[in-house]
């Protein structure tokens, strides 16, 4: 199983009144993560060319450390094949501690243009 | 157990480029149905005098139906004291076809202003 | 020139670590405004079905007062047709106090699928 | 004067239902700017230190090109003393074509903890 990963420092605006990184922030660190792994395994223009969504069926995210302003962290993202559903593990660390920060299972599934599921392609 | 609501019109900036909510945008959603629940319960003014912080530690959702442009959503929210933990219990669904977009479990807990838990208050 | 309304109450996921209303949050309320403005205006389902998007080219903005958590604010907008340009005027005011968070002047043009600039259409 | 460089590749998230960078969330890449401006002139210390806060009065930004999905943007910051006003200009431009996606200007002011305007203090 690959682990593909995504370097990312976190931003002013992303911090909420807490003075940490916002919860939903996350979330949208995980779907960055994937638009990555899709790049990097060239699926992003076979899905743009074909119509095809990737949408999130469900989330699952444990919150284990704060995160603050220009913390340096690595998203480590893998996937598995459970058809229909593609499910992705990401674990999001600290560069420097390596502690980390969340750990999350997001689930999804590809959709044609009618919104129909779809069969995961045999070369994911 | 109180069900809580809180009304949300689905706003254009809230949409990606699927033209539906982002995922993660539905997090911040039930973040501010959680706010509006601490209000009504008068526990903001509490907890903001005190330095209380509530604090994400897990959240699992399952998206049912996507959302779109100025969409009529209902977020109904609860909570359960499971020592030390406070976990809300969210639903988000369409307030025109009752419909369920969403729904959530959050667990959150309180930390003092050393980021130390709290035991959760009586009066919750 | 009609002046057209918006209520927004502050969310809490829109403060930043200063714990006011971020700056670029306003833009986001302020693209609202307009989406709320265009439907009231039926243009919505026109430019939809005709492929015609709105795009900002030109975003003006004065910060008066700093805005906190459930504030309860108003957008008034207003629009004039400078060909081909089709420039918003808005404003942001405390609904209570009156007294204003923000102006801001924000010029769009239309666009059609081909992205060439359209000359306004005569009923707006 | 100096010209303080910041590059930012465009997440998926940050894309609206036109496909492309939304308006707003220019002004979080600008004030990321800002932020790394601060850190790299040990500002960041100083000011955190002093509860001073860097605020927004005033933000002017021309959008000249879209942006698209992980697209490599070079934000280009300056500052400019025109007391009271901290007064930033900002280029956004494609790091591979060179052409630019906005020009900014953003007047902020010094807030001390009582949200007094502060002079400029000589070492900026």
């Given at each position: 199983?690959?682990?593909?990963?995504?370097?990312?420092?976190?931003?002013?605006?992303?911090?909420?009144?807490?003075?940490?990184?916002?919860?939903?922030?996350?979330?949208?660190?995980?779907?960055?993560?994937?638009?990555?792994?899709?790049?990097?395994?060239?699926?992003?223009?076979?899905?743009?060319?074909?119509?095809?969504?990737?949408?999130?069926?469900?989330?699952?995210?444990?919150?284990?450390?704060?995160?603050?302003?220009?913390?340096?962290?690595?998203?480590?993202?893998?996937?598995?094949?459970i058809s229909p559903?593609?499910?992705?593990?990401?674990?999001?660390?600290?560069?420097?501690?390596?502690?980390?920060?969340?750990?999350?299972?997001?689930?999804?599934?590809?959709?044609?243009?009618?919104?129909?599921?779809?069969?995961?392609?045999?070369?994911?």
């Amino acid at each position: 199983m690959n682990i593909y990963k995504l370097d990312i420092t976190v931003r002013g605006y992303e911090l909420d009144s807490y003075g940490h990184v916002n919860n939903a922030v996350y979330l949208q660190y995980l779907e960055q993560a994937r638009w990555e792994l899709m790049r990097e395994l060239k699926l992003l223009d076979y899905f743009t060319k074909n119509g095809i969504m990737v949408v999130v069926t469900e989330s699952n995210i444990r919150y284990m450390r704060e995160a603050s302003l220009f913390d340096e962290l690595v998203i480590e993202s893998s996937y598995e094949k459970i058809s229909p559903y593609l499910v992705f593990h990401h674990k999001i660390r600290n560069r420097q501690t390596k502690l980390a920060n969340i750990r999350a299972t997001i689930k999804t599934v590809l959709l044609d243009k009618q919104k129909k599921p779809l069969e995961l392609p045999d070369f994911l």
